[in-house]
């Protein structure tokens, strides 16, 4: 081994020992793949419509046929093992989900749409997080839940600069569903109903937490926070 070469191995050796942590040099591998895995995406795929500096884990799991049902603004990242599902696609219509610029959606969160989900720019996803916007059908005991279908569901809209917290679900069964701009959801939060802008939304349903005061310009409890000052 070259002596330049030895001298860089113990350098790693040390700055290990004292707690500084390298990036695996195997590492690039993975990002190649990704890279390689968003062009093929990019050239392939019949998205509805596509951003630039887009990043799509080679783990994701995206269906050629809901593809056009799919929308992706710029600078968009898709974790490992995110899973985009598109019910059903009519042509000509508006985009099934519908992610907005500078989303970072984590590992493992599922987006399932037959309607309409939309996230607004630079919303955040923890892993793990569940949004729907319909359901399995169930109504008929007599017949397997898999061959009942889905039911009409409804329309989910996640506001810009929002916060989802690690394995929070958003399920709209009927109308709309709107987590207001600048939101923070809790950590295993179940979110069913609409919440206004400058929420903290936490609990299992989940409840109003906190609001941002623009008077004070702090997060407060709701009942502190000045009525009607944020829309």
């Known amino acids: 081994m070259p002596a330049a070469n030895a001298s860089a191995l113990r350098s790693d050796f040390t700055h290990a020992s004292k707690g500084v942590t390298h990036q695996d040099p195997l590492s690039w591998l993975s990002r190649l793949h990704t890279k390689l895995h968003t062009l093929w995406l990019q050239r392939t795929y019949p998205f509805h419509s596509l951003g630039k500096q887009l990043s799509i884990h080679h783990r994701c799991d995206i269906d050629r046929a809901g593809a056009p049902g799919i929308s992706l603004g710029d600078d968009v990242f898709l974790a490992a093992d995110v899973w985009l599902n598109v019910d059903s696609v009519v042509e ?3 985009p099934v989900i519908s992610i907005g610029s500078g989303c970072k959606i984590g590992r493992r969160a599922v987006i399932s749409g037959k309607n309409q989900i939309h996230l607004e ?3 955040l996803l923890a892993p793990s997080v569940l949004i729907m916007d319909h359901n399995h059908e169930y109504s008929d005991p007599d017949v397997p839940i898999h061959s009942q279908g889905t039911t009409a569901g409804g329309r989910v809209v996640i506001g810009r600069n929002s916060w989802l917290g690690f ?3 958003i399920f709209c069964n009927h109308g709309t569903l709107e987590i207001g701009k600048n939101s923070v959801v ?3 939060s179940v979110v069913t109903t609409s919440f206004p802008p400058y929420s903290v939304i936490a609990g299992n349903p ?3 937490v906190k609001r941002f005061d623009p008077i004070s310009r702090k997060w ?3 009942e502190v926070a000045t009525p009607n000052a944020l829309v």
């Open 92 to 94: 000509g219509q508006l």
């Open 121 to 123: 720019s630079d919303v």
């Open 167 to 169: 394995g929070a679900v």
């Open 186 to 188: 809790g950590a295993n």
């Open 206 to 208: 989940a409840h109003l």
């Open 220 to 222: 407060v409890k709701p």
